[in-house]
């Protein structure tokens, strides 16, 4: 599968942003989602995932803020960033995988297939 992720740019701290994944292939629904972040010199950082099922898992410094969620008939991923912070200031990457158990939903290593990247700038 390919992903092409868009949505990033430059918004002031409370502001919000709408992430969206595009990905190709026709066994969509049927892989974990996940969405993470990086930032110069520091390892890539989980964010959210979902699973085929809908169950969905947040990494604690975005829950109640952010919120994963798919369509599986257009083939995309979206990630709403409400009241960001400039500690969300990153390169926001979105991947994919197949069979990923729970525990294995939080990490990167376990995600086969990435996009390009978007950069979310928050300004304080």
């Known amino acids: 599968v390919q992903l092409q992720a868009s949505g990033g740019g430059l918004v002031q701290a409370g502001e919000f942003l709408r992430l969206s994944c595009a990905a190709s292939?026709?066994?969509?629904?049927?892989?974990?989602l996940g969405w993470f972040r990086q930032t110069p010199g520091k390892e890539r950082e989980f964010v959210a995932a979902?699973?085929?099922?809908?169950?969905?898992a947040y990494a604690d410094s975005v829950k109640g803020r952010f919120t994963i969620s798919r369509n599986n008939i257009e083939n995309t991923l979206f990630l709403q960033m409400n009241s960001l912070e400039p500690e969300d200031t990153a390169v926001y990457y979105c991947?994919?995988?197949?069979?990923?158990?729970?525990?294995?939903?939080?990490?990167?290593?376990?995600?086969?297939?990435w996009g390009q990247g978007t950069q979310v700038t928050v300004s304080s």
């Open positions: 991947a994919a995988a197949q069979g990923l158990i729970l525990s294995s939903m939080r990490s990167h290593g376990s995600y086969v297939y």
């Open positions: 979902i699973r085929r099922n809908f169950v969905t």
């Open positions: 292939g026709r066994t969509f629904s049927s892989y974990t």
